[in-house]
């Protein structure tokens, strides 16, 4: 019975792949194309101050974020001090208290990235 149902399932898969409806191919038509190649540039010229402005938003997060990234190292600083160092564990602990805080703000950062192109949290 198992056999017989894998063979099923086998042949089905197969037949599938051979007698599955093929997509068409739809071509573009290149007289439609160059007649709206000159609007295209147009409202491109008019969008390209706001995509700049954009940009750089998104920018100014990524920095911040990048900055919160290299403070999560403090972590294992913070670790070594507290195992090397034993006199010195109240820095360590600060040090891993501040490379967790680091690692929330990096996440919060790259999850305010995408609505930073629209000027939010700059």
């Given at each position: 019975m198992r056999r017989r149902i894998l063979l099923i399932l086998t042949i089905a898969l197969i037949g599938s792949f051979f007698f599955a409806p093929q997509p068409k191919a739809q071509a573009f038509d290149p007289v439609t194309l160059?007649?709206?190649?000159?609007l295209a540039i147009q409202g491109a010229?008019?969008?390209?101050?706001?995509?700049?402005r954009g940009l750089k938003n998104m920018a100014v997060v990524g920095?911040?974020?990048?900055?919160y990234f290299?403070?999560?190292?403090?972590?294992?600083?913070?670790?070594?001090?507290?195992?090397?160092?034993p006199w010195r564990i109240s820095t360590g602990l600060s040090h891993i208290g501040q490379g967790f805080i680091g690692l929330f703000c990096f996440v919060g950062n790259l999850l305010l990235l995408p609505v930073?192109?629209?000027?939010?949290?700059?």
């Amino acid at each position: 019975m198992r056999r017989r149902i894998l063979l099923i399932l086998t042949i089905a898969l197969i037949g599938s792949f051979f007698f599955a409806p093929q997509p068409k191919a739809q071509a573009f038509d290149p007289v439609t194309l160059a007649i709206l190649t000159p609007l295209a540039i147009q409202g491109a010229k008019i969008l390209a101050p706001y995509v700049i402005r954009g940009l750089k938003n998104m920018a100014v997060v990524g920095l911040r974020s990048a900055k919160y990234f290299i403070r999560f190292f403090l972590v294992p600083f913070g670790l070594l001090e507290c195992i090397f160092t034993p006199w010195r564990i109240s820095t360590g602990l600060s040090h891993i208290g501040q490379g967790f805080i680091g690692l929330f703000c990096f996440v919060g950062n790259l999850l305010l990235l995408p609505v930073a192109a629209f000027g939010v949290g700059v």
